[in-house]
C-alpha cells in the first residue's frame, strides 16, 4: 500500500470516528432534553432558585452538545472534501487553462499543437 493510500485510509477512519462521535452526541443532545423536560416538569411552581438554575444549565449542556456537533460536522466536511481532493484519480490528458498561468498541468508537459 503506497503512501497515499495509508494516508486515504487513515483520513477514511478518521471520518468513521467522527461519525460514531456525532451519533454519541445526538444520544446525548436526546438524554440531555429528556433530562430538561422532566426536569421542567418535576419543579413546575417551585420558587426555588436552584431548581431554574437546574434548568438553565441544563439547557447550556444542551446548547454546548450542539456548538460541539456543529464544529464535528465542519471538521469531517473538510476532511470530505481533502480526501476528495486527494483521492480523486490523478488526470492522464493535461487540461488547458482558462487564463494565462491558471491551473497549469502539474504532470504533462504542454505538447505543441501539430
Known amino acids: 500500500m503506497s503512501l497515499i493510500e495509508q494516508v486515504a485510509a487513515r483520513l477514511r477512519s478518521i471520518l468513521n470516528t ?4 456525532r451519533a454519541n452526541l445526538a444520544t446525548a443532545a436526546h438524554h440531555l432534553d429528556t433530562a430538561r423536560t422532566t426536569l421542567a416538569h418535576t419543579t413546575q411552581g417551585t420558587t426555588q432558585p436552584e431548581a431554574h438554575q437546574s434548568i438553565s444549565l441544563v439547557a447550556d449542556g444542551l446548547t454546548g452538545v450542539a456548538d460541539a456537533d456543529q464544529a464535528t ?3 469531517r466536511a473538510a476532511i470530505a472534501d481533502y480526501l476528495a481532493r486527494h483521492d480523486a484519480p490523478v488526470r492522464t490528458t493535461p487540461t488547458t487553462p482558462t487564463e494565462p498561468h491558471a491551473n497549469p498541468p502539474r504532470r504533462h508537459p ?3 499543437p501539430n
Open 110 to 112: 504542454k505538447t505543441p
Open 73 to 75: 460536522q465542519a471538521a
Open 18 to 21: 467522527i461519525d460514531q462521535a
